[in-house]
């Protein structure tokens, strides 16, 4: 591919510059650029035969999920490809996760072979035996030769379910290159950050079968082409001014954008070298990216007091990903990977500056860590922005649900999120319909509030104008009773002020 997507013409309606959630070509298309980690990940996706995973490793808020999305498209003619965010799986046991990665590929498999192929019944999933066995049976009955799975978030699982999937993904692997040939079909991308590493690093860690791979920031001819979509909007762009920004963001695809998205807020007519320096200084007063890089270092003191040295005692520090405290101030972004060390850029050198003088470490007062019932591990804004995303994908041009893979990835991400539910592939072999059902695990949080609707709930989707109310209950009803659903989500689309 080249360094700049053809696909897409900018974003028609709202800001041109999109600072959440991943960039899509058809949408997008005018902001991507196709990085060499891309071109490496597509290299290594495409060799005859499975003799690594991939790891993609980055910080926060650096292109990984845009870069799994693009990396899906390129490969989705000569593979099947499930993308599955494991962000919706926070609260989650193994079991769930086991679960809810059984149903993407059931769903991704019935709407790629539809009925031509009689895909295996899968039983609730109780260990990682039975998911083992599930991969197995799935590999043997569908013909594409290689099932790509991309996994987003991996930092998202607890410490006990990462423990157990990753360690059983690592069974896939060992297994396929053994005497289960069927599990060597399947290639496993993951993306991540602090946590991924860790699985990656080491000779007992469970995913050192990982080629590794490392985003760079972007360029000033990268920056350059998202600074020149200013000129649709009418702005002048002076030829100094991508390096301008390139200067202070260091190409960090974020900050870059949310530079870039102040200044359109701002309404300048010109980037002037003033107009720049304004935004600039906006980031340092509240930025959700800074303020996560600092917020890190407050949780790791050993790393704080490292980074110190380098940013105010200038300390020529050699930079070495074997020093496992530079390879943890790598994956928090805060540094980048040159010889010696040196700050990602120079927002976040200004941050920092400000941040360690303000709380006068050289004096032994510690700064200020935040209370622990306020620390928010996770990303609301974030989360939301994915179901929304998921919703949106699952929508006709009415502004009702489609029935297909679309609609079953938004149900089970949606009730994902929810500690006790755990779905599963609840597959009819003669009808090859797929329903989504849910499981209630009673020893979860909430668990035993909603363990009187056991055996299952069952998850549906209705338009309000396709109907009269008395049929769509009566056909709902009668679809719960089939199953023996004590319980029916119903997520309802359209009707006016009567409904």
Known sequence: PSRRTAAGSGRADGPRFKTRGPLQSAVDGELLVDRPALRRALRLAQQPSVTQYIAILSPRQTGKTT???????????????VFIDLSVLRAQD????????????????????????????VPPIESSVDFLEFLRELAEAVPMPRIILLLDEVGALTPEASDSFFNTVRTVFTQGRGLNSHLAKYLFIFSGAVDLYALTFGTNSPLNVCEKIYLNDFDVEDVTTIVEQFTHLGVTVPAEAPRAIHALTGGHPYLTMRLCALLEEAGHKALTRQAIEAAAEQMLVEDDNIHHVIHELERRPIERRRLRAILLEERQVPFSRNDPVLASLEMIGAIRPTQPCQLRNRLYARALRRYFRAHAENTGTPPAVMPAEVEQLEDPDALYGRLLALRHAAMDARGAYRPGREWEAFAAALFATVPAFSVY????????????????????????????YQPLILVEQCHLEDGTPERTIARLATKAAEHRARLLFVLATGGGPEA
Not at 100 to 115: H, I, K, M, N
């Open 425 to 452: 592939p609840d597959l009819h072999a003669d009808t090859g319909q797929l329903d989504v059902a849910l499981t209630i695990n009673r020893d979860a949080p909430g668990g035993t509030l909603w363990a009187m």
């Open 94 to 121: 193994a079991r769930a996760c086991y679960r809810f990665v059984a149903f993407q590929l059931v769903s991704e498999f019935r709407a790629a072979v539809g009925s031509a192929v009689r895909l295996p019944e």
């Open 67 to 81: 870069l799994l999305l693009r990396l899906m498209e390129l490969l989705q003619p000569v593979a099947t490809c």
